[in-house]
């Protein structure tokens, strides 16, 4: 017996990116699967979109006060009639096989959830590209983003997310993190004896932040997650999570150095890396003006996420502050 399928979408606004997605489920190969859409408080009226695809696709539509997309997956969940609930951001892109290729996974590869890459789609404009690329570079997050290679224990994220339901019953499904939600969902997983898996051939392509200030500040809240889920599951904690703080510091202290010593050593090695990011986004991109943006968005990327793990570190570490009153935004009430 085939495996069965909700996919479960939370979404705050964004009707075109619902609509794109809606769309690419359309055409998928293996019909065989249930749409739950949470509505989080949208600002602006999702059922019309919604609307455009009743009778097309087996889709149902609820509409709860805002909580962030942790309980509105939850919400989802409980709503769910199939045996494994698929998460995705409202902001992706399936390819046709995405159900038919999930439904062999499972049937071959034992695991109680799992999750796949993220990448960009050719119609994506170059920023979006250059994102995608500094998100999922061996540069900057070691390809744990986009290749099974990258990892040993891998932790599924939402964008594209897997978890037999029974399963996610059991650990309470996510907790009352805003963000960093999912990783602490993998890490939930873990430790109540559940296992993980990556399937190299369920990638979706996610659009990301198309604005820099709007990435900086994402990545800025990824990097104040950090701390909290170190706090949460020490026994997962990995020296690789302060990378980009030191990268920053490292940084600084070139310049320091340069100015005060007159020397361009630390500098030196820094003009390295650009160079060897640049020519390896040229290399994946096949585009030089994707390259150099993907430069900035590297060092946009490794100095807010730094500078956001550092703050959250201090505050966590040296104040001993509570994760709750250092961010509060970053929690919702049950």
């Not at 998100?135 to 070691?142: A, E, L, N, P, W």
Request: proline letters at 3%; glycine letters at 8%; hydrophobic letters at 40%.
């Amino acid at each position: 017996m085939k495996p069965t399928i909700s996919i479960i979408v939370a979404i705050f606004n964004r009707k075109d990116e619902l609509f794109e997605l809606l769309n690419s489920l359309t055409f998928q190969t293996d019909k065989e699967f249930e749409v739950i859409i949470v509505d989080d408080g949208s600002l602006i009226d999702l059922k019309p979109t919604i609307h455009n695809f009743e009778g097309i696709l087996d889709i149902e539509y609820f509409r709860k006060d805002n909580s962030g997309p942790g309980l509105s997956r939850n919400y989802g969940a409980r709503r769910a009639k199939n045996e494994w609930l698929i998460f995705v951001d409202s902001d992706v892109i399936v390819e046709k096989d995405y159900i038919e290729n999930i439904k062999k996974n499972i049937e071959t590869v034992p695991c109680d959830a799992f999750g796949g890459a993220d990448k960009a789609h050719k119609g994506f404009n170059l920023m979006q590209k250059a994102i995608s690329y500094s998100m999922t570079s061996v540069f900057t997050t070691g390809g744990i983003r986009g290749s099974k290679k990258a990892v040993s224990r891998f932790q599924p994220r939402s964008f594209n997310m897997g978890v037999n339901k029974a399963v996610f019953e059991k650990v309470g499904g996510f907790s009352e993190m805003r963000i960093g939600e999912d990783p602490d969902l993998s890490m939930t997983l873990w430790e109540n004896g559940f296992n993980t898996a990556f399937f190299d051939d369920i990638a979706v392509y996610h659009k990301r932040r198309v604005d820099l200030g709007k990435f900086s500040k994402q990545v800025y809240q990824f990097g104040c997650a950090r701390p909290i889920l170190n706090q949460r599951h020490p026994n997962y904690v990995k020296i690789s999570f302060a990378f980009p703080t030191l990268f920053m510091l490292g940084y600084i202290l070139g310049f320091a150095e340069y100015f005060i010593l007159g020397r361009g050593i630390i500098l030196a090695f820094y003009g390295l890396y650009t160079f060897m990011v640049l020519f390896h986004a040229m290399m994946v991109t096949k585009n030089i003006s994707i390259a150099g943006m993907a430069v900035i968005s590297t060092y946009i990327q490794m100095f807010s996420y730094g500078y956001g793990f550092l703050k959250s570190w201090v505050l966590l570490n040296i104040l001993r502050m509570k994760p709750e009153d250092a961010f509060p935004k970053h929690f919702h009430k049950k």
